[in-house]
Structures are given as structure tokens and as C-alpha cells.
Nanobody
Framework: QVWLAEFGCGLLQTGGSLILSCAASGRTFSYYSICWFRQAPGKEREFVADVAWRGGETRYADSVTGRFTISRVNALSMVYLQMNTLKPEDTAVYYC????????????WGQGTQVTVSS
């Protein structure tokens, strides 16, 4: 089992940058893939980016490709989301989630952190 906590909420202007951090507990962090999701007011939760447990392969939503970068440091049990060139449409609550090994389900979730981008 793993517990997750997000850090790095902020109120920014368009074009700004922010790093979100996801801290995980547990000694087997390296066996978990980690994903960032976000949910804007009145909208469904959407995939942002993930980093695989094996090989560290990353994937991004089209809307953030080229602007966001996900990375992980297994030794620190941390995952980061570097967000650049922020837009008002990036405003949302951002959640990190984890799934173990080859599981298809994002089983573990953090509490979320608010990111607000003003125009």
C-alpha cells in the first residue's frame, strides 16, 4: 500500500510556471506507476501525465505536451510535475495517483492540490 500527498498549490498568471510534488510513503515506491490527473470545476477528471514504474516511460495529454514534464526520484519516493507556460484552462485541482506493477487501476490517490491560473 502507498499513501500519496500533493504539494505546490498556487495562484499564477498566464505564462507562469509551477512545480507540483507528489510524496509517497512506503518502501516499494519503485514498483508503482504514478499519474497526475486534474479536475476543473464542472468538468470530469482528466489524465495529465504519468510515469511508469519500470523504465520510467512517460506519457502526456495532448493539452499539456511540450509544456508539462513529469519526473520521478525513486530514492526520495517523489514524483514531480513541472508546469510551464500555464494557461487559464490549466486551472484545476491536481491529483497524483498510483498503481502497482501491471495493474490497470489507479488504486491510490492523494487529496489534491489547487492550481489557479489567471488571465
Amino acid at each position: 500500500q502507498v499513501w500519496l500527498a500533493e504539494f505546490g498549490c498556487g495562484l499564477l498568471q498566464t505564462g507562469g510556471s509551477l512545480i507540483l510534488s507528489c510524496a509517497a510513503s512506503g518502501r516499494t515506491f519503485s514498483y508503482y506507476s504514478i499519474c497526475w490527473f486534474r479536475q476543473a470545476p464542472g468538468k470530469e477528471r482528466e489524465f495529465v501525465a504519468d510515469v511508469a514504474w519500470r523504465g520510467g516511460e512517460t506519457r502526456y495529454a495532448d493539452s499539456v505536451t511540450g509544456r508539462f514534464t513529469i519526473s520521478r526520484v525513486n530514492a526520495l519516493s517523489m514524483v514531480y510535475l513541472q508546469m510551464n507556460t500555464l494557461k487559464p484552462e490549466d486551472t484545476a485541482v491536481y491529483y497524483c495517483a498510483a498503481r502497482i506493477g501491471f495493474s490497470d487501476e489507479w488504486t491510490y490517490w492523494g487529496q489534491g492540490t489547487q492550481v489557479t491560473v489567471s488571465s
